[in-house]
């Protein structure tokens, strides 16, 4: 579902691409992905909107923080997040430090870090984890976006929640399911 999401919309928003560029896994998937996404009005509730997803995830199904990944368009929405999370009891680890906390940080994503993980859009290029939740930041036009965009989509391996806060891609979210956790 993730795949046929990311073709999708690399049809849709990034250009001179002829052809899928993610191809579909040969291996059958052992559990269903839930993509959810979300056109987002007001920003002043986005952080409580993704507190409440994250509790979701860990209490109703089960999933350990450490799998869980959010990815802010800025470093300030970052420790925005960080203050709230760690109010509500959450370890975080997160990269939105000074240059060697950053590369510390960034590397213990991957080795057993028990911690919640929270990164701008730009640094998690390259890496994936389990469950990603996106925060598309809300600039107009501009292509780099597309880019960023699409390349969040692609780092999930299971989940993949987008809050939208681009006019240019509600449409597109429209057709996909909206957020339900109760």
Same mark, same amino acid.
């Given at each position: ?5 990311? +073709? ?15 191809? +579909? ?5 052992? &559990?269903?992905?839930?993509? %959810? ?20 995830? @860990? ?9 869980? %990944?959010?990815? @802010? ?50 640094? &998690? ?6 469950? %990603? ?11 780099? @976006? ?31 399911? @909206?957020?339900?956790?109760?």
């Amino acid at each position: 579902e993730i795949l046929s999401v990311a +073709n999708g919309f690399s049809r849709q928003f990034l250009p001179n691409v002829d052809e899928e560029p993610v191809h +579909n896994s040969i291996q059958g998937e052992l &559990f269903t992905p839930h993509f %959810v996404w979300a056109n987002v009005d007001n920003d002043n509730e986005i952080f409580q909107k993704v507190l409440k997803v994250i509790n979701w995830l @860990t209490h109703k199904k089960n999933i350990h923080p450490s799998d869980i %990944v959010v990815l @802010t368009p800025t470093h300030d929405e970052g420790w925005q997040l960080v203050r709230l999370f760690e109010e509500n009891h959450y370890q975080i680890n997160h990269v939105f430090e000074d240059d060697s906390s950053y590369r510390r940080n960034k590397k213990s994503f991957w080795m057993g870090d028990s911690r919640l993980k929270m990164c701008t859009i730009h640094s &998690f290029k390259g890496w994936e984890l389990l469950n %990603v939740i996106l925060l598309i930041p809300q600039n107009g036009n501009d292509p780099k @976006t597309d880019f960023l965009v699409y390349t969040s989509i692609t780092r999930t391996r299971q989940n993949l929640i987008v809050f939208n806060r681009n006019d240019r891609y509600n449409e597109f979210g429209t057709k996909f399911p @909206t957020l339900k956790w109760n």
